[in-house]
């Protein structure tokens, strides 16, 4: 029963780990940028918000299979297939996590402004240190939200998970998958525990997130 639980904590924490650095330069650009550019890419970036998983599922196992350009490549270079394995899961859990990532920090970003960022870079900050030394500290709270929502939305994933990497114990089978196959099996009771489980981290998570980011605002 623990290696479900398992599987998804680690596609979880992987997710999130690679995600953030590249959700932070698209929320700063899409906070501070006034190109036309700007609602088109929101709009991508909050697709999978309103696209049903087996749609964008369906549409990674196209393109993460053998056959396309970027499955092929990871064939050639790894001798393994990024569809039903725990690499092609990270991948389509980058994209359909994406929203949950770029939005609070975007939101966060919009809040604080540019302006202590300006005054960082005219004292001679380089763009990098001015943004990690002075934006990131700011926004700790929007920080903190993005960071939670994208480990607690990749820890239930279930639709992107059965099409790209199906079912395969150890490998692709992650707590959401376990919990289906317990009620099908009718095994009632496993299928409480883990659901308990994942409803108990749930509300842990998110009771720590709202504490962070109450005494972060009473701190400033």
Known sequence: M???LLLSAKLA????VLLLPLAMPIAWWLASTRSALKAPVQAVVALPLVLPPTVLGFYFLLFLSPGAPLGQLWVDLTGSTLTFS???????????SL???VQPLQSAFETLGRDQYEAARTLGAAPLDAF??????LTLPGLVSAIVLTFAHTLGEVGIVLMVGGNIPGETRTVSIAIYDHVENLEYGDA???????LGTAFVVLLLTFVINQRARRAR
């Open 99 to 101: 929203p949950f990532a």
């Open 132 to 137: 990690l030394s002075v934006v990131v500290p």
């Open 86 to 96: 725990f690499a092609g899961l990270v991948v389509a859990s980058l994209v359909y």
């Open 192 to 198: 409480f525990m883990l659901s308990g489980i994942l």
């Open 13 to 16: 924490l992987v997710t999130t």
């Open 2 to 4: 623990t290696g479900p």
